[in-house]
């Protein structure tokens, strides 16, 4: 068989495997969500110039051994056109595949010269730096019952889902009503901080907590907290029903101190109206008294609030969509977290050069066994 033939046949079997190789190598980076970068991309070059060797070399080695006085062995057979009648044999047709598998082997091995490595930071990794302060509302309009049972239960419910769902983070709380309270300072004893949550009821913090609404003071105390922490991340998450009628802190001027302190303030208006169902007692049979009452929402303030220190507005009309609201403020955190730490680097060197080591073995086994050439 001439050279240029069996270079076009190992050409085309090398496509073959190197396409397969591909399908296999791309389904597993897509289907891992894998985000690979290239430490050294400029070794692809090496790529073609290595190739154009190989088969330059080839073509000559070819020609030499075509020519007279060859020092090769041959086989000489008087009556060649009929050898060449006769049926082809599996060896015959596969008698390039040694050397596909060595230039698919040498293009694995360039590939893997380039350093592809893995970018991500594994959930194995232990990252820490987030400091988050919960901040909820307390004033009575919390006792509306347009969120099942309560606006307050249903609050409660969800940040104690949010705690068992965060691991490194130190929490902290602190309720508000007509006056702020810190509850607990940031800590990582979540044990303590969920019997906290539990045990707040209206009128918890005094006798007139329905009377007023301090959002501004309810996010100073959080700020408070924040103001001297060293974490890399520190957010507040505020949960509100109402507008700002009582405290000592305009909101606004509380927001542009978050931004100061790179604090990121979430904000959650919870209700659907400012009408909203409440029981206003019971009647002569012991039967509850459901009146409806207005609770002036004020979602322009939070708004501001939340965009004055770079976070996110949520309205929660219903407790699917508060439960919604704090599963996005989840993804954004651990976002956050990631990078805040930084990335990892993973080397798949190996990934790509163990299989190309195995193609060479396997290429040196069939070369001197089942497609060995004579003699």
């Known amino acids: 068989m ?12 090398s496509a073959v495997m190197l396409s397969v190789a591909a399908v296999v190598y791309g389904y597993i980076v897509a289907s891992k969500g894998w985000r690979i970068d290239l430490a050294k991309p400029w070794m692809l070059l090496t790529l073609p110039a290595a190739l154009a060797a190989f088969v330059a070399g080839w073509v000559v080695l070819g020609r030499r051994d075509a ?43 360039g590939v893997a010269m380039t350093r592809p490595q893995r970018v991500d930071a594994p959930e194995t990794l232990e990252l820490s730096g987030i400091d988050i302060v919960l901040v909820m509302d307390m004033s009575g309009s919390m006792r509306a019952q347009d969120l099942t049972p309560t606006r307050l239960a249903a609050a409660k419910e969800v940040i104690d889902n949010f705690i068992t769902r ?39 913090l005094s006798e007139e907590s329905h009377a007023g609404t301090a959002i501004g003071d ?7 907290y924040l103001r001297r922490s060293d974490a890399r991340s520190k957010v507040v998450v505020l949960l509100t029903d109402g507008s700002n009628n009582s405290g000592h802190l305009d909101p606004d001027h509380a927001a542009r ?51 004055t220190s ?15 609201a704090f ?29 190309a080591l195995l193609l060479l073995a396997l290429e040196l086994l069939l070369s001197a066994t089942l497609l060995r050439r004579f003699p």
């Open 166 to 204: 965060r691991r490194t983070d130190r929490i902290g709380f602190v309720v508000f009503g007509r006056e702020a309270f810190p509850a607990l300072a940031p800590t990582l004893d979540y044990q303590a901080l969920r019997q906290t949550v539990a045990s707040m009821e209206i009128g918890v």
């Open 310 to 324: 770079g976070a996110q507005f949520f309205r929660a009309s219903d407790k699917a969509a508060l439960e919604q």
């Open 67 to 109: 020519g007279p006085g060859a020092s090769a062995p041959r086989l000489f057979v008087s009556r060649g056109s009929d050898l060449a009648k006769l049926p082809r044999g599996w060896k015959t047709r596969f008698a390039e595949l040694p050397a596909a598998l060595r230039v698919c082997a040498l293009c694995l091995l």
């Open 218 to 224: 309810g996010l100073g105390a959080a700020l408070n």
């Open 257 to 307: 101190f978050a931004e100061s302190l790179r604090v990121k303030v979430y904000t959650v208006l919870v209700g659907q109206s400012d009408v909203a169902p409440i029981t206003t007692g019971q009647d002569f049979f012991g039967r509850a008294v459901v009146q409806q009452a207005r609770f002036p929402m004020d979602p322009a303030l939070l708004q501001r609030i939340a965009t």
């Open 2 to 13: 001439s050279p240029t033939r069996t270079v076009l046949r190992t050409s085309a079997m």
């Open 327 to 355: 599963h996005t403020i989840l993804d954004q955190l651990e976002r956050s977290r990631i990078a805040d730490a930084g990335v990892r680097h993973t080397e798949l060197f190996a990934f790509i050069a163990a299989p």
